[in-house]
């Protein structure tokens, strides 16, 4: 393990060398991305001191002990013998853990899509809950959380809503969330008392730069209308929601949430590129089996990866088997939890797939 570390190490010496050029500084792009490997890569040179620190407490003891010419000193070595002992095989496991290749991905901030399924109102009420589980969830890790177009529904919450998460790491935690969520509880509309059951989709796309996606404006038909729904008079009046039309693909996107027409067409161009940087991460992906394989990846669209059970205050998650009987502190925002378990999850088969090769 040191000789994988010292590896690191030597990496971490290159990086820290790279960030202070002149030439690296003035080149944005770069910089931010050396600067994030910087990070990554000081978390493990860390470990690996305290790695170092505890092998050579046990070199050190072993001697002592072998030695055997002062009875107290051996004593000594025993006991720290057997505390560095103790505490090596948890610190091996973390390592491991933090040696498997990171996602490129997992550092950029998202584009968040929730939309009413099958249930009527009631999947629309549902979506509102989710997307209010979401903004809780992203404000408590200190995100800033931003809404970019939503169509109300009819008893309330949304048919649609789109959002971007912006912050530290948040594909990276936030991708665990994009599936089908099942909500199993008596509708406000239901006069018999009986369980309903609805759903609602989550897409979590990760934000495409302009150096990451280039798009061709060329292909793309902007259209300006005045804003319709809620948003004062200003809003209203002006010729400031944007839609945009991608010829080559017909995708379709909206914004209408700011004042200012330039701004909701720089927030409708960042959806656009992310969707269509996500159709070209998937093709990518699809050649690569483990990504296919994972079972707690962004993944399938259509598979049902989580049910709300209210009658039971059951929340379960399908991919990993988790059962959690906190469902109203989880529908406020504590979902941390449960993105715990399917990181550790899916850390679990990164790692044998790595050991396999």
């Known amino acids: 393990m040191l000789d994988k570390l010292n590896i690191v190490k030597q990496r971490f010496d290159e990086v820290s060398d790279l960030i202070i050029q002149p030439d690296i500084i003035t080149d944005q792009n770069r910089y931010v991305k050396l600067n994030k490997e910087y990070k990554d890569l000081k978390v493990l040179v860390d470990k690996r001191d305290v790695y170092k620190e505890l092998v050579d407490n ?8 072998a030695d055997g010419s002062d009875a107290e000193m051996v004593e000594m070595a025993k006991m720290q013998l057997d505390e560095a002992k103790e505490q090596l095989p948890a610190l091996e496991e973390e390592i491991r853990f933090l040696l498997i290749p990171k996602d490129p991905e997992d550092a950029k901030n998202v584009v968040v ?18 997307h209010r589980m979401y903004t809780k969830y992203c404000e408590s890790k200190g995100w800033s959380v931003s809404v970019v177009d939503f169509n109300e529904g009819t008893a309330g919450g949304f048919k649609e809503i789109i ?5 530290e790491d948040v594909y990276g935690t936030m991708k665990f969330e994009a599936g089908v969520h099942r909500v199993q509880r008596v509708p406000q509309t239901e006069t018999q008392g009986r369980v309903h059951t609805s759903a609602a989709t989550v897409v979590v796309l990760p934000e495409a730069e302009e150096f990451d996606y280039e798009l061709d404006m060329a292909e793309v038909r902007i259209e300006r209308t005045t804003s319709t729904g809620p948003g004062g008079q200003s809003v209203n009046t002006t010729y400031s929601a944007i839609k945009l039309h991608h010829e080559p693909t017909g995708m379709i996107v909206s914004c209408q949430d700011q004042k200012s027409s330039h701004k909701n067409l720089e927030k ?11 159709l070209e991460l998937a093709k990518k992906q699809a050649a690569d089996s483990e990504k296919r394989k994972s079972m707690v990846s962004s993944g399938d669209r259509s598979a049902k990866i989580r049910t709300y059970n209210y009658p039971q205050g059951r929340v379960t ?13 989880i529908i406020n925002g504590d979902i941390q939890k449960i993105i715990d378990e399917l990181m550790l999850a899916e850390n679990t088969e990164l790692l044998k797939a790595s050991e396999e090769l």
């Open 58 to 65: 046990i070199t050190e003891a072993e001697e002592i002990i």
């Open 113 to 130: 899509e929730v939309r009413a399924g099958t249930g009527g109102d009631e999947a629309s009420i549902f979506a509102g809950d989710l």
């Open 163 to 167: 959002f971007e998460v912006s912050g």
């Open 268 to 278: 409708a161009l960042k959806v656009l590129r992310s969707r269509l940087y996500e």
């Open 317 to 329: 998650d399908h991919r990993i088997g988790l059962t959690l009987y906190d469902l109203s502190n």
